[in-house]
C-alpha cells in the first residue's frame, strides 16, 4: 500500500513557476513509475508526465515540453513537478499517481493516487 500526498498547487500569474511535491508513504517508493495527471473543470483527467522506477527516463504530454521538468528523490519518497511559463490553460486539479507498470502512461496503469493540489494561473 502506498499514500501519496501532493502539495505546492496555489496561484500563479502567467509565466510564473510553480513546484508541486509529492510525498509517497509505504514500502518500495523506488519501485514505482510517479506520475503527474491534471483536470480542469469540464474535462477529462489527462496525463501530464511520469519518470520510470528505473534509469529516471521521463515522458511528457506535448503541451507541456519544454516547460515542465518532473524528477524524483528516491531517498526522500518524493516525486516533484517544476512547471516554468505557466499558462491559464495549466489550470487544473494536479494529481500524482504512483504504477508498478514501468511505462505506463494511461490513468488506469496507475494503483495508487494522491487527492490533487489546486493549480490556478491567471491572464
Known amino acids: 500500500q502506498v499514500q501519496l500526498v501532493e502539495s505546492g498547487g496555489g496561484l500563479a500569474q502567467a509565466g510564473g513557476s510553480l513546484r508541486l511535491s509529492c510525498v509517497a508513504s509505504?514500502?518500495?517508493?523506488?519501485?514505482?513509475?510517479m506520475g503527474w495527471f491534471r483536470q480542469a473543470p469540464g474535462k477529462e483527467r489527462e496525463f501530464v508526465a511520469a519518470?520510470?522506477?528505473?534509469?529516471?527516463?521521463?515522458d511528457y504530454v506535448d503541451s507541456v515540453k519544454g516547460r515542465f521538468t518532473i524528477s524524483r528523490d528516491n531517498g526522500k519518497n518524493t516525486a516533484y513537478l517544476q512547471m516554468n511559463n505557466l499558462k491559464p490553460e495549466d489550470t487544473a486539479l494536479y494529481s500524482c499517481?504512483?504504477?508498478?507498470?514501468?511505462?505506463?502512461?494511461?490513468?488506469?496503469?496507475?494503483?495508487?493516487w494522491g487527492q490533487g493540489t489546486q493549480v490556478t494561473v491567471s491572464s
Open positions: 499517481a504512483a504504477s508498478r507498470i514501468w511505462n505506463a502512461r494511461k490513468g488506469d496503469e496507475y494503483d495508487y
Open positions: 509505504g514500502r518500495a517508493f523506488n519501485m514505482y513509475t
Open positions: 519518470i520510470r522506477w528505473f534509469g529516471g527516463i521521463t
